[in-house]
């Protein structure tokens, strides 16, 4: 990692292990995970499944905690808050995109997007929002009225509208078909344009390696490849 991107991490691991059981049982799932992310950045972390990538965003997101090593996300050390401190850190700086969209289904669109905007004294512009995610015509529908891709974008809606700085996909396009995930995918490139947030992103699929600015490549829980990518492709561009 060059020293352009660590002066300007967002997102800083040092040494970040941890496991699941104990004894004969034990499984280490991540082990000493180091790296740092640019702000602004898109960040893919690519990996078999089981290889620790979601074990990994939930530290990152203050989900989970790690047994060694320090995460620290705008030089705040993640792993020395309180849980207090670290609702206050997830209603803040956090957006969670899943892939399985969990959206309440007897509220519309807006409304479940007004749920997340209620944590924050400033959240965004709603309807500004809803416009740009394509989503602004099917304002008033019930999740169950949209597709897979409208319920994925509804998500990134909810994800930003706190005003979000850094924004945590895990596996986003795993349930979605070929032509949808590309179709999310061009949402996730026009999201990062517009607002900023620095995008980590899990999967395992190789091709979205492509869109990246970096690349994390994770296997049984270890770093084996860190590196940059100075020509990212548009969604749009990527083999599939």
Not at 14 to 40: K, T
Request: glycine share 8%; net charge negative.
């Amino acid at each position: 990692m060059t020293e352009d991107v660590l002066a300007s991490a967002h997102v800083r691991l040092e040494g970040v292990s941890r496991h699941f059981g104990a004894g004969e049982s034990l499984v280490e799932v991540l082990h000493d995970v180091s790296f740092s992310v640019a702000r602004g950045a898109r960040c893919v972390i690519v990996g078999a499944s089981g290889s620790g990538k979601s074990t990994l965003l939930n530290a990152i997101g203050g989900l989970d905690r790690p047994d060694a090593g320090r995460i620290l996300v705008d030089g705040q050390d993640v792993t020395a808050m309180s849980p207090k401190e670290l609702t206050r850190y997830r209603r803040r700086h956090i957006g969670f995109v899943f892939q399985f969209y969990n959206l309440v289904p007897d509220l519309t669109v807006r409304e479940n997007i007004q749920v997340t905007a209620h944590l924050v004294r400033r959240p965004l512009d709603i309807d500004d929002l809803l416009v740009h995610l394509g989503l602004y015509e099917h304002r008033n529908k019930f999740p169950a009225q949209l597709s897979g891709g409208q319920q994925q974008r509804c998500a990134i809606a909810r994800a930003l509208v706190k005003g979000s700085d850094l924004l945590l996909a895990d596996e986003p396009t795993g349930a979605l078909d070929r032509h949808t995930s590309q179709q999310m995918l061009e949402v996730l490139d026009d999201v990062h344009r517009i607002y900023r947030a620095t995008l980590v992103m899990v999967t395992h699929n190789e091709a979205i390696t492509g869109l990246a600015d970096q690349v994390i490549e994770l296997r049984d829980g270890r770093v084996v490849r860190d590196e940059l990518n100075p020509h990212p492709r548009a969604a749009r561009d990527l083999d599939w």
